[in-house]
């Protein structure tokens, strides 16, 4: 009651000051990235498991160097061929144990063969008792290498075009893509066997083939993104205070276009991956005995029903990257927007 | 009196989208209007009536489309300024946008934003000059120190507008076409934004044009007022002109249905219709001077009878 007799107080109007002012601490722009990167837990996993990856393969190639994954000893194939996983003895499943082809019970092949006990194999042996393991890293190293080169022209080319032929639109957009349009409807094999012929087997070639093609779709992606994006309000206001194409590019159009861009590079390089693992299936890939994760899941396709730790090994290191790298650029493109944050 | 200096002079000008293609659109026709220094033209007419093309037009947003007369800003064709002539004038004519959401990179730092056009006319050398300058301008639009590093996803809507107003400001522009400036913001706000777009043309001696269809907002601002009409320019006088004495039909119209907050009136009034299809008729009009200052859309003959009906 007592408060009745009260003078009247106006509350919350302090000034226009303390209304404007924003407790939230200012960010630089990855420091905000890296924020809401990190609420995506699947993300957060995926990016060390690339990180991971990436640093494994590139000390690997002191380690483990191709030569040493391709010897094998002709004359003793027949020990050594095709031995099970084995980490230890008293493991359950890495013991060595394996039902061989015909047989109805499991069998030690180790000892069945006769290896000598100090040798383990822990993703066993192919046909000719090469260690599958160094193998599937040498294999790892080299799809990572392809794929990582192609999504770098990927970018560089993909990205320019795309942003070009948004950016005139009108005629030179309309012949920008009809030429994307020609370059999608040439079957692709054929190119990677004539490119084959021209520069032999090898890396080099997958690498400019696949690079050759794989632009178009990232370039469609950045035209659609330019269209949208250069009719907006912020672009006008950018032209009349006087900034150069060049610069909206680099300062209004890139930022904005990032996400996708991001985005189709990290759909990209799994695809790349798998196109690389079927030219060397078809025996336009890498020349044997080198090996990348195509050449083994080819080789290991071949004793499907007899050895399947040939196929199932590479194969889940495949999928495992692709996922990983799908996961990785989900994160990475909210992580990019500003907008995305919710608080 | 001395004629006051024109700062924008438009010459019967005409504007087509598409042109020659099967969407062909005549968005602007035939029009005329001169601006003076340090007065606000007010431009209103309905949505789609060309007004936004205009001020793009002056600005040089629509040089491919433009199809007849000139834009001529202080005596030089605006089309055909080229190197520092161009520099200069894209620091002397601004555009504040009409949506503050949109004007604003979601990209970029609100400092980055205000800086642009610091940066791309090349106004300030040092990064301290540029800094202190980007300050002065958020402090000119009342914001403060705190928002130089934020993103403009950040602020409130009138905060985000007032963050165009300082960017349109930063190159010290004489001529400043505001589009549409307050018509996404709500009321309390509209005051805020128009009365500091007030106190800055005061302060740095500004020309605008003022596009809106708000029309008891465009009185209150507008020294002169143009009233669009598809395409073209019907009616053009002082404010006072327009609002207290309108001649055309199309303006008493306009005029007509601004909703009064007096319920007794409010429920007298009745919206005069307007019947377009006298502009079709296909007579030769022009801009007539009915009384001093005030020019009307018209033939010959319609102007004697506006002429005799003429309050003032």
Known sequence: ?343 | MTEPKKVVEIKNLDLTFNKGKKGANKAINNVSLDIYEGETFGLVGESGSGKTTIGRAILKLYDNFITGGEILFEGKDVRNLKGSELREYRSEAQMIFQDPQASLNGRMRVKDIVAEGLDANGLVKTKAERDARVLELLRLVGLNDDHLTRYPHEFSGGQRQRIGIARALAVKPKFVVADEPISALDVSIQAQVVNLMRDIQAKENLTYLFIAHDLSMVKYISDRIGVMHWGKILEVGTSEQVYNHPIHPYTKSLLSSIPSPDPISERQRTPIVYDPTAELDGQEREMREITPGHFVFSTEAEAEVYKKNATL
Request: cysteine-free; overall charge positive.
């Open chain 1, 1 to 343: 009651m007592e408060n009745l007799n009260k003078d009247f107080t106006l509350v919350g109007s302090k000034g226009s000051d303390s209304t404007e002012k924003i407790a939230k601490p200012a960010l630089s722009f990855f420091q905000d990235a890296w924020r809401r990167f990190k609420k995506n837990k699947i993300a957060l996993v995926a990016m060390w498991i690339i990180a991971i990856t990436l640093v494994f393969s590139v000390i690997s190639a002191f380690v483990v160097p191709q030569s040493k994954a391709n010897y094998f000893n002709p004359n003793k194939s027949q020990v050594y061929g095709n031995l099970p996983p084995k980490l230890s003895g008293d493991l359950p499943f890495w013991n060595g144990d394996f039902k061989a082809p015909g047989s109805a019970e499991k069998t030690d092949v180790y000892k069945a063969q006769g290896v000598p006990e100090k040798d383990k194999y822990v993703f066993g042996t192919d046909k000719y008792g090469r260690s599958l393991a160094k193998r599937t890293v040498v294999g790892l190293r080299i799809s990572l290498i392809i794929a990582l080169a192609a999504a770098l022209i990927d970018l560089v080319i993909g990205v320019t075009y795309g942003i070009i032929s948004g950016w005139m639109g009108g005629k030179v957009d309309m012949v920008m893509q009809r030429i994307i349009e020609i370059i999608q409807s040439v079957p692709n094999l054929v190119v990677v066997t004539m490119l084959a012929l021209l520069l032999g087997q090898g890396i080099s070639s997958i690498i400019i083939a696949i690079g050759l093609f794989a632009w178009t779709g990232m370039a469609r992606q950045v035209r659609n993104m330019v269209l949208s994006y250069k009719e907006r309000d912020f672009v006008l206001a950018s032209k009349t205070l006087g900034q150069s194409t060049w610069k909206i590019a680099v300062k209004h159009l890139l930022p904005n276009v990032s996400g996708v861009i991001v985005v189709q590079i990290m759909f990209d390089i799994p695809s790349m991956i798998m196109y690389e693992a079927v030219l060397s299936a078809i025996n336009l890939g890498v020349k044997p005995p080198t090996s990348s994760l195509g050449t083994l899941i080819n080789d290991g396709i071949a004793s499907l029903q007899f050895y399947p730790f040939q196929l199932i090994i590479p194969a889940i290191v495949l999928s495992v990257l692709s996922l990983t790298f799908i996961f990785f650029g989900d994160g990475l493109r909210d992580a990019f927007d500003p907008r995305a944050s919710e608080d």
